[in-house]
């Protein structure tokens, strides 16, 4: 893995990428392959990654990383629509 990291910033270099967006698509790369193996979830990815959930949101932001493309698509229902909860608070009539 050493030596194809070494090949590729060689060829970063040789291309004259600057640093800054040298870094910045590594970052992007990364962060977008941590949210895939978790399903775009992010208190997850932000475990695995070391980091608190609300720096990874705002990274995500900078980075402009589509999050919702990564998610499966399963969405929790409405509340509405799941079984009422005992610990949710009853409307007072």
């Known amino acids: 893995m050493r030596d194809q990291l070494e090949a590729l910033i060689t060829q970063m270099y040789r291309s004259n ?19 895939q193996e978790n399903k775009g979830n992010q208190c997850r990815a932000a475990r695995e990654l070391g980091m608190h959930r609300n720096t990874l949101s705002r990274t995500i932001t900078e980075l402009k990383i589509d999050v919702r493309q990564l998610r499966d698509g399963v ?8 079984a009422a909860s005992p610990y949710e608070k009853k409307a007072i009539r």
Not at 24 to 35: A, G, P, Y
């Open 17 to 35: 990428i600057l640093y800054a967006e040298a870094v910045r698509e590594f970052k992007k790369k990364f962060i977008q392959t941590v949210l």
């Open 75 to 82: 969405r929790r229902p409405p509340r509405s629509a799941r």
